[in-house]
Nanobody, 127 residues
Framework: EVQLVESGGGTAHPGGSLKLSCAASGFTFSKYDMSWARQVRGKGLEWVSG????????HYSDSVKGRFTISRDNAKNTVTLEMNNLKPDDTALYSC????????????????????WGRGTRVTVSS
């Protein structure tokens, strides 16, 4: 059973930084691609960032490119999202997502199966 627990959310001022972490258990972490998705109430889902199982491929949405950095530690079963130069539009519920790795290792798999999602950690950016 996939278990994902996010931490590190909170409140930051515009221009500030936060570091989100996701602790994974219940599956072979090194065989899964990991992503961060965010949701704003009343708005759609945005796939913010992803990293493949071997950390050789990363992806960022245009809205966070250059400000956020994703990384993972397969020895510790953790994935991290460092968020810098935060903006009010970054305010959202951030969820960690695990999907079985892409077969060719060249892409980043994602899933909408909520059994593979954490409950999320809330980020608020406000002055």
């Amino acid at each position: 059973e996939v278990q994902l627990v996010e931490s590190g959310g909170g409140t930051a001022h515009p221009g500030g930084s936060l570091k989100l972490s996701c602790a994974a258990s219940g599956f072979t972490f090194s065989k899964y691609d990991m992503s961060w998705a965010r949701q704003v109430r009343g708005k759609g889902l945005e796939w913010v960032s992803g990293i493949n199982s071997g950390s050789t491929v990363t992806h960022y949405s245009d809205s966070v490119k250059g400000r956020f950095t994703i990384s993972r530690d397969n020895a510790k079963n953790t994935v991290t999202l460092e968020m810098n130069n935060l903006k009010p539009d970054d305010t959202a519920l951030y969820s960690c997502v695990a999907a079985p790795e892409a077969e060719d290792g060249l892409g980043i798999e994602v899933t909408y199966d909520r059994n593979n999602w954490g409950r999320g950690t809330r980020v608020t950016v406000s002055s």
